[in-house]
């Protein structure tokens, strides 16, 4: 079907920040992570820096970087683990107007799919509960490809799993690597609006074929 007057067959969606509202989450759990170490504050760029790793590369790369004595990543991805998985399973909400954009992609026929940086035990619970898990054809992580996604590896593994290119397939996505990764790589991308990366707005603009603040503006223009 055409969506924005273009051809899409599949559409690749990001979770966090993208579809629901969990970036403040993350937001706290850094905060208290770095205070506990010392820190006044949570290094600057450490979000941008860490965001599209996932837990393993992140944990890695904070520990090599940011980490204390007795710091590993297994104990990194311990902590940060500990601190999310309720508020995955119990309290994080869809952004408005998202389960009515998945339906509308499913019921116009396109291939609905998932890439996300967060981990099987944090997703399904919270898809599950929020009701959307059963719109998704595929749902893959960046631990399935070992790439963050500074490497469209994760968007390319998806669409050669259905036999798409890369020119019909849409890539939803909150975060400025994750727009810029997909979009150099010849994806059609929507940039959607979120607290956490609203200083970067100007330069996810820019790698968006549209930007959206809500996915009501996608509907309304359907």
């Known amino acids: ?65 940011y980490g204390v004595e007795g710091d590993t990543p297994e104990s990194v991805k311990k902590e940060w683990r500990d601190a999310s998985i309720d508020q995955y399973a119990n309290h994080i909400k869809l952004k408005p107007f998202a389960r009515e954009f998945l339906e509308f992609l499913k019921t116009n026929g396109i291939i609905v799919t998932m890439a996300t940086a967060s981990e099987e035990d944090m997703y399904k619970p919270c898809l599950k509960r929020l009701g959307i898990d059963k719109y998704f054809e595929l749902i893959v992580d960046v631990n399935c490809v070992k790439q963050g996604k500074s490497s469209p590896a994760i968007y ?15 890539v939803v996505e909150d975060s400025l690597i994750s727009l810029k990764t997909a979009y150099q790589a010849g994806y059609f991308t929507i940039g959607v609006d979120d607290d956490l990366s609203r200083d970067s707005e100007s330069d996810k603009k820019k790698y968006s074929n549209k930007y959206i603040y809500s996915f009501k503006e996608l509907l309304e223009n359907n």
């Open 156 to 170: 390319d593994y998806i669409v050669n799993k259905f036999g798409g290119k890369k020119e019909n397939t849409l």
């Open 1 to 65: 079907m055409k969506l924005l007057d273009k051809e899409i067959s599949i559409a690749i969606i990001d979770m966090d920040g993208t579809l629901i509202d969990s970036t403040h989450i993350w937001a706290d759990i850094d905060k208290e992570f770095f205070k506990r170490r010392g820190y006044s504050s949570v290094p600057k760029d450490y979000t941008k820096e860490i965001v599209h790793m996932g837990l393993e590369k992140g944990a890695i790369m904070t520990v090599e970087k």
